[in-house]
């Protein structure tokens, strides 16, 4: 499967932002979707998961009540909702995919990997 994310770009602190992540080549809804995030000079962080038919999610604590995973797999895309963005959320944003795997907050576990978009918060 191959996956493009989109959405990011530069904006002010408490502000909303939708990030996509588009599949394609491969049937979408057999796979368990990530975000992943990584700031400059830092290891790539797990944002949020959400499972092949739409559940279970799970999230780093410290987006848990900002951000919201979801997917719509007739469109072949999953969603990442960005509200209240803190400068510290400034990052490249990428999404992936796991065709198994049980720890989904671990970037071992995705196969696929999309491209990366910069989100950039400013204070």
């Known amino acids: 499967v191959q996956l493009q994310a989109s959405g990011g770009g530069l904006v002010q602190a408490g502000v909303s932002l939708r990030l996509s992540c588009a599949a394609s080549?491969?049937?979408?809804?057999?796979?368990?979707v990530g975000w992943f995030r990584q700031a400059p000079g830092k290891e790539r962080e797990f944002v949020a998961a959400?499972?092949?038919?739409?559940?279970?999610?799970n999230y780093l604590d410290s987006v848990k009540g900002r951000f919201t995973i979801s997917r719509d797999n007739a469109k072949n895309t999953a969603y990442l909702q960005m509200n209240s963005v803190k400068p510290e959320d400034t990052a490249v944003y990428y999404c992936?995919?796991?065709?198994?795997?049980?720890?989904?907050?671990?970037?071992?576990?995705?196969?696929?990997w999309g491209q990366g978009t910069q989100v950039t918060v400013s204070s």
């Open positions: 992936a995919a796991a065709s198994g795997g049980i720890v989904l907050s671990s970037p071992y576990s995705y196969e696929y």
């Open positions: 080549g491969s049937t979408f809804s057999r796979y368990h």
């Open positions: 959400i499972g092949w038919s739409g559940g279970p999610t």
